[in-house]
């Protein structure tokens, strides 16, 4: 299957500043495409879409994306999923004003756990996720943090956003064993993804 990218929008002053990890040269062109990416492994493999600022080098023609397309594709991953994406697990903790150790600590959460969901190292496994909605909710969150013995402070008004849809654009699924997955294409978030070198 090839990375085929699909660009929707050029963008061409930015990236202009951005050098090559390739062969570090300025000048890198970048582009926001929909792009097709393999996740998980042979059989299990699917193809999902994220869309993503894809930077092109025009010197040597290496093409690689940012730690803002790993997210967009951690993403996509997680709607694949129906779980809380990174962003709304550090909304949620970040609605009741609590730092990672208070969090873990009311919650009984591993805080080095947390930390993981919250950086896209590891999805969270149904039961965990359906667990971090129901604390969505002040009421139950006041309930864990009384049980906990953790005091609280206000929580924030502000919401955590909306649910990502469910990825609609699968287009292989083979014996996907759903609950706690490692995404195959990213084994932690790095600076930057060679992607192919054009031809
Ligand atoms: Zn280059």
Redesign the pocket.
């Known amino acids: 299957m090839t990375e085929q990218a699909n660009v929707v929008e050029k963008k061409s002053n930015e990236g202009r500043d951005r050098a ?6 300025l000048g ?1 062109q970048v582009e926001v495409c929909s792009q097709p990416f393999l996740y998980g492994e042979g059989d299990r493999a699917v193809e999902l879409t994220a869309t993503v600022p894809l930077y092109s ?6 093409q690689f994306l940012d730690r803002i397309g790993e997210e967009r594709r951690h993403e996509a991953v997680c709607a694949y999923h129906g779980v809380l994406t990174p962003k709304q697990i550090r909304a949620l903790r970040k609605k009741h004003r609590m730092s990672r150790s208070e969090f873990a600590r009311a919650t009984s959460l591993g805080e080095a756990t947390l930390a993981r969901w919250e950086r896209g190292q590891l999805i969270q496994n149904q039961a965990y996720d359906r667990y971090l909605r129901l604390l969505q909710d002040n009421a139950n969150f006041e309930r864990v943090c009384l049980s906990a013995n953790v005091p609280r402070s206000e929580p924030d008004a502000a919401t955590i956003g909306p649910d990502l849809p469910r990825t609609t654009t699968i287009m292989t699924v083979k014996n996907f064993r759903s609950g706690l997955t490692r995404e195959s294409f990213s084994p932690s978030l790095r600076s930057y993804t060679p992607l192919r070198r054009r031809a």
């Not at 090559?20 to 040269?25: E, F, V």
């Open positions: 090559c990890p390739g062969c570090g040269k890198v080098c025009s010197a040597c023609g290496l």
